[in-house]
């Protein structure tokens, strides 16, 4: 009894898979499916049944045992492993637990073989994970340049766009100035390497995906060939805008075109216009901002072909996005107000760093803007808070990119310009308008004023005569124009605003050009400046 409870506490210390090795060795139907106890009770039963016999002949037992492990020790070596560990279990109890032990070791061995090399092929997982991973943000942001490798068999495509820098990437746009689903990732090291800017004009290449790769977001730019229209190794050379002398404008972008259009013909007289101008068209609603921004951009593409022409629309209508694109022989840039604050401010950063880039090679670039509360009312709505609120809901951070963008209006004395003719909505009502308009009012160096009672009465271009004007407007015009301008001044200072307008326009009607209508108002006008009142104008021919 004492050796039965010893054999079965044994087999309790013995795990599941041995004891059904146990079993099917000796012979047990059904092992397979026996659960612990069963396996141990079935075990203890068939042994204690061999053991009793072979008590009485210990010896005998003991020499047959040694006979057959002499007779077994050939057929061992070659027989296969699975065989010896199913005939261990036919020794005799010492050598069955001898051999059980053995194959314990050698399972402990190999599953410490298994778990080295389980942890080696984790390790080696690990690190291929790390490495793809590096390789992966390498690709995205890093300045690794394996990305620019491209083999005999790779097939290149060309493509062209605006690059724009973000914080540790670029894209090159591809279709337009906004995100698109066909825009090429850039790496900062092509970026660094280049000294690429934003709102560089680049061309270059990127690999065409093969078949059964991975698809990627964003296709990598691997090669390029020009920038700004230069080769990239004269493109480093650039210099930076802000490293430019800027100059009061001394070029004059004349608008008059044609003796009917009276807008630009107004405009030339009363708020003369220069390369570098910064100027602004203060206007109330239903004024006719947007047609005298259609009329200057057409004269001035006509007037100045060389002139690289960008118009800016943000948060505007669709239908006069479309009327602009139509009429206007330019660049148009448009964000309508169905679209998020962040693409209106996109767009507007883009653009002005363009025009940045094309005057560091020394062009010529008009920028016409409509709004700039519009876009002052976009960065208050996109930027992030600074915690100080001015009047009118405006914060105090949000005014800085509109500035930032009006400012960059200037001559290079180096060479080239930039002109930025910016609209400002004026009487809507608006406490916030009012705040983004203070802020600007003395920021330009010209001011082309509309009045909305001049529009009401229907009376076109309604323009202030008396408001509107140019600073330092010496320097654009010869000494005798602006001696004549400055009688006609004096003539129309004398009249309200209606009636200057009106006696202005008809006497434009009257003749075929500015010079024209100049040329008779000197021989007119008396040269004194008091007492003269419209009837100096009524003896115009």
């Known amino acids: 009894m004492t050796e039965t ?135 995205r942001g890093g300045d690794r340049d394996y990305d620019l490798e491209v083999s005999d068999d790779d097939v290149l495509l060309p493509v062209a766009g605006i690059i724009d820098i973000l914080d540790n990437y670029a894209f090159v746009r591809t279709s337009g100035y906004l995100p698109g689903p066909n825009d090429v990732y850039v790496s900062m090291g092509l970026v660094k390497r280049f000294s690429l800017r934003k709102g560089d004009a680049v061309t270059g290449q990127v690999k065409q995906p093969r078949e059964g790769d991975r698809p990627q977001k964003f296709n990598p730019l691997v090669r390029i060939e020009s920038i700004n229209g230069l080769e990239p190794d004269e493109a ?45 068209i203060v206007s109330p609603p239903k004024a006719g901002k947007t047609m005298i ?4 951009a057409n004269a001035i593409a006509e007037n100045n072909p060389e002139v690289h022409l960008m118009v800016v629309l943000v948060d505007e209508r669709p239908e006069e996005v479309t009327d602009m694109q139509r009429s206007v022989k330019g660049e148009v840039i448009a964000s309508t107000f169905d679209r998020p604050a962040e693409d209106h401010t996109t767009i507007a950063e883009l653009a002005i760093e363009r025009a940045k880039r094309l005057v560091e090679m020394g062009h010529d670039v008009v920028v016409l803007l409509d709004s700039m509360t519009r876009l002052g009312r976009a960065y208050n709505l996109s930027a992030p808070a600074s915690g ?18 009006f400012g960059a209006a200037r001559n290079i004395e180096e060479g080239g310009s930039l002109t930025i003719l910016a609209t400002a909505l004026v ?12 802020e600007f009012k003395g920021t330009g160096n010209m001011e082309l004023k509309l009045d909305r009672r001049l529009a009401d009465r229907r009376i076109f271009p309604a323009v202030d005569v008396e408001a509107s004007g140019t600073r330092r407007e010496e320097i654009l015009l010869a000494a005798d124009e602006l001696k004549v301008i400055w009688k006609l001044r004096r003539v129309l200072h004398a009249l309200d605003s209606q009636q200057a307008l009106e006696l202005l326009l008809t006497k434009l009607r009257e003749t075929k050009s500015n010079l024209d209508f100049l040329m008779q108002v000197q021989k007119t006008t008396p040269e004194a400046p008091g007492g003269m009142g419209s009837d100096s104008m009524d003896n115009v021919d």
């Open 388 to 405: 100080r609120i001015l009047s009118g809901g405006v914060d105090s951070a949000a005014l800085y990119p509109p500035k930032k963008f």
């Open 5 to 139: 409870t010893a054999q079965d506490k044994g087999l309790n210390s013995k795990l599941l898979p041995e004891l059904k090795t146990m079993a099917a060795g000796l012979g047990i139907d059904g092992a397979s499916g026996m659960r612990k106890a069963e396996l141990v009770k079935a075990i203890g039963a068939k042994q204690g049944g061999g053991r009793g016999s072979r008590s009485a002949s210990r010896p005998a037992g003991a020499a047959k045992s040694e006979s057959a492990k002499e007779e077994r020790a050939p057929r061992e070596e070659r027989a296969p492993r699975e065989e010896r560990e199913e005939r261990a279990p036919r020794n005799n109890d010492g050598e069955s637990e001898g051999n059980d032990r053995n194959d314990r070791g050698d399972r402990n061995d190999r599953s410490d073989r298994n778990d080295r090399n389980g942890r080696n092929r984790r390790g080696r997982d690990r690190n291929d994970r790390n490495s793809n991973g590096r390789n992966n943000r390498g690709a």
């Open 293 to 296: 921004l259609q009329n200057i």
């Open 427 to 438: 009487d809507t009502g608006s406490r916030m308008d009012e705040v983004i308009f203070e």
């Open 236 to 280: 480093i050379k650039r210099v930076d805008f802000g490293k430019l002398t800027p100059l009061y404008p001394q070029d004059r972008l004349r608008l008059e075109t044609v003796p009917n259009n009276l807008v630009t013909r107004v405009i030339d007289l009363v708020a003369p216009i220069g390369k570098g101008q910064r100027g602004l």
